[in-house]
């Protein structure tokens, strides 16, 4: 090996393990910080899942503006996780929020390193989940100022309450909350509630869009009008790659994998993902195409309602997945699935508009996901994952601890976004700096204020096409043009 | 790294290891469920090459049926094979079938767990094959029912008899069949021959699309009418995909990864995956570029052969990527690469219609590639996958032991498929439940079956974009609008 | 576990295992295996990244063309780089080429074929950097001849000289150039300026689009035309498949994980990689609004702009991923950012026509990645990553060793590239085998060459709509419709 190692790569570090071989904790630390690099790659992966799922959701006019949001809150994430967010998190400090460790400046280590890698990805998919609802009438200036704030800020002291040695709810503390402390394995409620509970607020403050809920009068409409999504394409494409994705996302979350007890996690963890998804699928667009067929009297299947639905399992299994047995996962999953219709069809009613239904995925599932622990935490699989086995779930006698450290996690986070995001876009809103002027909103953001459309399907000239057959046709002597050139001239006629 | 993680991460599970090192086994388990993790969750994308590749190769009024159908066989899947489907495949019991574990009840460790999942993703893809074939036509319901039949059945039962300990056939059995049993390494035979020749059977039952060799009238056409792709640019994503994904399929089918022995296994086939797919692409188009020059006098390169061509080596080299040497792997794409051109022409000349041309990658090469293997099958090669050296292919002169099983492989699986599902398909069509009515296919499913077409690409107002380059213009005192504004308005006065 | 695997899986080469545990090394070996495969994996998915990318970036009448030729690249490198480039690179031989193991022929163990397997991966990518340049105007034959070409031979003669023991440049030889030998570790310099710097003479040679700098009679425009992007959905998804591979690209350019050691290396990768690609897409995009606002008083956000920066910083980095501490990432990539809208408006400037500007981002960059690791390579890190600590960056006071060994590298590369690359396009130029015909090029290579258009987006017949409308409204004896359907109607009566 080393033979080859030095005449075929760049070969540096490798030579002190040839002869004798004396430490499996370095090659423990190298499996597991390549464990991170794989998880973090897929959660990072779902930035163009939500980036897909959001601008295939929304109107053609507004392509380039949510895509560009969705990048740009990749970038804003990485820079304010990595100046103050991450130290908030995770540093030495007090109960609150870490004070040292800015700029993760003192990491040196592959797992240190890596593992701010991995948080990251997690702050950054927290902050794209509200890009979806206020899409289509919020401005970028508004739209970069909260994303940092929530990376920078808001998340960050989320995430220290709940999964850092120093929070009053963390499962990891010394003394844990009601002896057990909050479960919530890869953020259900960390992650999916704050970023949904962010979204229920700034769709509150911002107003729904143009003609959705209201006519041009102010008047409201009898029934609201549904906005057709531009690419159903790009949705299921998007759906697929978030569910890819969260094969790092919770697996991941065992953060480590170089024993038979971390690898029993993670499995459980991807089993538990898998069934919870299909079938919160299953389960929403059964349900819709149920109350559709009362309605209508024909049988139909929704498209969007099998893709959220399908998320919304996904989101309600992320905080128990290691501690679900495969039947709870798909029962937690099949709820989830009509949460997210209920919530959708509630929202609707509440006039409260929200462009791609982040709000009945993220919040509603948030906030189901996380109670869903304290009635199906099962004992062996809490041990495994290193929780308090006594204080398991409601179903398995478990007693009342745990749902208490469940329903105030789902009242803390809650609690805390409203506290925060509320007064912030409240004050953005009075400024004139939150929503675009209704002329913008009209014509489109993309128009507006990206330079032009996010597509241009023209097709050449019919002059050019046709010059191009005759040339041809001359050319072989005979009269008869290939096939397709012939049928793509007369699909072009069409278009010109 | 303990200190760290103490304080960094919710740490649960790994205190143990950092006084003492005791167990190198540990270590491996970790590492392979790792690996299976890896390969799963690359194997599961498939599905959204599936997905992107059906989608662009159909009409544009069926892309969210299409969509639809490959999401909801991910979902069936999992839970058809969850329930039954694995403990059918491999659990104890008879030769024929298991009849323990459904449920996976009685799976805990990491790699039982794992390997469901692994095993999951294997099984979804068997069922996604079927739906490109019998796009534009078939009832949703009549899928359903298909798709969990075939993973919590059909495909199960090949399964067990090639892969599983038990089976007639397995080369994993004490008394293999033929002193060798069947070479199939990661399913060109189990995958992708079962998915494909459900695919064909259905494709003869269910018919051709209307328009398609027959017109109004049931008089055949003289020419077959093409169906336009209706984007070429989902067909080529959906075959990345699908590429990037055989690295998980082909490799990650060495299940283990802990030793140098199953390292060289996991290599070899990355290798040949990748010089067969490449085979297979060069070779399918420049032969297609090669005929039509013949036809028509004009060189021309087809993007459909390119990208089938690719697939259908990737799916050749399936079988025997662990035993081939690189050199082989490229006769053997290359191969692949022209049964998809002949198979692609013979079936439209049967005039039998597959809308994605499913059956000459999936059924046509999943044939090759089996009986490639009783070829080029080397000796090396198959000791470190752990086969019987001694009945190597004809090529290596094994003797035809080997060749024998390869060809009974095909026989049991074309025989077990057409057996199971040509009855089954022909009810459900007799009971008017297979194929959706005349209008709605002539409307598309999109519309009759799912509320409306995948696609909305209207731009906005023409008088809209011009009051706001108006407003924009007198802001700031001058005519001259910014160049992009009105490129755009003029491309959306064309658009309106 | 073996009983586990031995009912459920195909087993083979894993009882040895079972019974005593010798070979940490053996385990190693597997998991730096594993690490290869996952890693050349996401490079290769980066082939979808730019065929995403660059599909999306040209009109619509070329978007078969672009596709076909980035599939056609990957396969053509793969063979390509197999029978001849890889043995060039890194086989026994002379200082400048290889001349032994031609077709891996001695090539057996994991890390032998899988480093092979990671390396092809590279050589795609450094291929497919030029096809978007040339994309709307290039030859297919042209293309194909220039693609196997540069993976067999032009790059691996780079990668020879910097990354292989033999190198004259390398860091890797016994007598290092300098005493220290080219900082490269992922190929900024190898990778990115090799194919930067081709594109660049290939769009020399070649020249603009029709239209693009001059009019019909060859008399310069006052002002270029910007000819649209015909889908910014494809650029985005191209951009975040890219950003995703990166850490393929540069966390796996560390090669090994097995110890604490390599993860550190690959760890500090992943970091500084994300830092850079915020960094530089931020930059980019805020730098251009304030451009524009100067010029036209409208602050607006280019995508374009965005997406390119982010792979500036991203080309930027990659040189010195491994030994640039977290905030000189930061920077790098800024910087990265601003050279890529500096040497794009240069480009076009010089009325050198690029379609995706594909020089911008990967030759500046490329140039500016090897410079920047003169000036900040961090004597840690670089110890860490196996160079010699003594010749730091120079603001580490390492003197100015290291930054003639990156001057060279820079000169050496560009002047390879134009030494071999100008005569190659030139004389295919002359031969008119280079450029399509003017009217092929108005046409587009879609309907010239590929047998018409990308996109068939044509909707159902009006009447039968309608017709189904009125079917189903008498079925349930009202004649309320279901509203998306009637929707659906009243769309596809504007599209028909």
């Known amino acids: 090996m080393c033979f080859f190692l030095s005449f075929v790569f760049h070969d540096f570090h490798h030579p002190p393990f040839c002869g004798d071989v004396q430490n499996v904790v370095s090659v423990m630390d190298g499996l597991d910080t390549f464990f991170l690099l794989f998880a973090g790659a897929l959660v990072f992966m779902m930035q163009s899942g939500f980036a897909m799922l959001c601008a295939g959701s929304v109107r053609q006019k507004n392509v380039k503006n949510i895509m560009l949001k969705n990048l740009l809150d990749a970038c804003g994430g990485a820079i304010g996780f990595w100046t103050i967010g991450f130290a908030f998190a995770y540093a030495d400090g007090n109960t609150f929020i870490g004070t040292t460790n800015f700029f993760i400046k003192d ?29 289509e009438r919020c401005k970028m200036q508004a739209y970069l100022c909260y994303s940092v704030f929530l990376t920078g800020f808001v998340y960050p002291i989320v995430v220290r309450s709940i999964w850092s040695e120093y929070g009053f709810l963390s499962a990891f503390a010394d003394d844990k909350f009601q002896g057990v402390g909050v479960i919530d394995f890869a953020g259900s409620g960390v992650v999916h509630l704050t970023g949904g509970a962010t979204a229920f607020v700034a769709a509150v403050v911002l107003g729904p869009r143009k003609g959705r809920f209201y006519d041009e009068d102010g008047n409201p409409l009898e029934t609201p009008t549904a906005f057709p999504a531009h690419s159903v394409a790009l949705q299921i494409l998007g759906t697929f790659i978030l569910w890819f994705g969260w094969y790092g996302f919770n697996p991941g979350s065992a953060l480590i994998i170089d024993n038979s007890g971390s690898a029993q996690v993670a499995a459980l963890c991807a089993v538990t993902t898998t069934l919870a998804a ?40 992320t905080a128990g997945c290691s501690v679900f047995q495969p039947w ?17 069809a509630l929202l609707i009613k509440s006039k409260i508009d929200d462009a791609v239904d982040a ?20 004992p062996d699989a809490m041990g495994a994952a290193g929780y308090v086995v006594e204080n398991s ?19 803390w986070v809650i609690g805390w976004v409203f506290a925060i995001m509320f007064p912030f876009f409240t004050l953005l809103n009075a400024a004139g700096m939150f929503r675009v002027d209704a002329l913008e909103e009209e014509v489109g953001l993309d128009i507006s204020h990206h330079r032009g459309s996010a597509y241009d399907l023209s097709a050449p000239k019919k002059e050019d096409v046709e010059e191009l057959m005759e040339v041809r046709a001359s050319r072989h002597g005979k009269v008869e043009v290939p096939r397709e050139v012939a049928d793509a001239a007369k699909a072009s006629e069409g278009d010109a």
């Open 393 to 411: 779930g409601l179903f398995y006698g478990g007693g009342g601890s745990l749902m208490i450290c469940q329903v105030c996690c789902i009242l």
């Open 328 to 344: 709870a996962a798909i029962i937690v999953g099949a709820i989830g699935g009509l949460c997210y219709v209920g919530a959708s």
């Open 278 to 317: 299909a079938a919160g699928c299953v389960t929403a667009m059964f349900f819709d195409t149920f109350l559709e067929m009362q309605r209508s009297g024909e049988v139909s299947y929704d498209l969007t309602m099998a893709m959220n639905g399908c998320l919304g399992g996904l989101v309600a299994v």
């Open 359 to 378: 709000v009945p995925v993220h919040f509603a599932n948030g906030v189901w996901g996380v109670l869903a622990v304290g009635l199906f935490a099962e």
């Open 107 to 135: 990491f040196v280590t592959g797992q240190e390193l890596m593992g701010f890698f991995f948080q990251f990805a997690f702050a950054a998919t927290a902050a794209t989940i509200v890009a979806g609802t206020v899409a």
